[in-house]
């Protein structure tokens, strides 16, 4: 699902709701959304998310451009 894609089903709902997480898709734990982060890339291929661009505050929180995932597709994590 893209950023477009969640906006627009969003539109339906209360706009003043709680947006909760699903930890699986059958429900065994839920926690409310606590940030969005969208400097991040995705590799479905490996699972693996991280770092799509080294910027200021992330090099001074000390990381570094090896921390940054050269595959994967650009993505927006929603984080618990």
């Known amino acids: 699902m893209t950023v477009k ?3 627009e089903k969003l539109l339906d709902y209360d706009q003043d709701a ?3 997480l699903s930890s699986d898709p059958e429900g065994n734990s839920f926690n409310a ?3 969005v982060e969208g400097n991040s890339k995705y590799d479905h291929s ?3 998310c991280g770092i799509a661009e080294l910027t ?3 090099e001074a929180a000390g990381y570094s451009n090896e921390d ?3 595959t ?3 993505a927006v994590v929603l984080w618990p």
Request: overall charge positive; cysteine-free; glycine content about 20%.
């Open 68 to 70: 940054v995932m050269s």
């Open 5 to 7: 894609e969640l906006r």
């Open 18 to 20: 709680l947006v909760v």
């Open 46 to 48: 490996s699972g693996r």
């Open 72 to 74: 994967g597709k650009k």
């Open 56 to 58: 200021g505050p992330l």
């Open 33 to 35: 959304l606590g940030d």
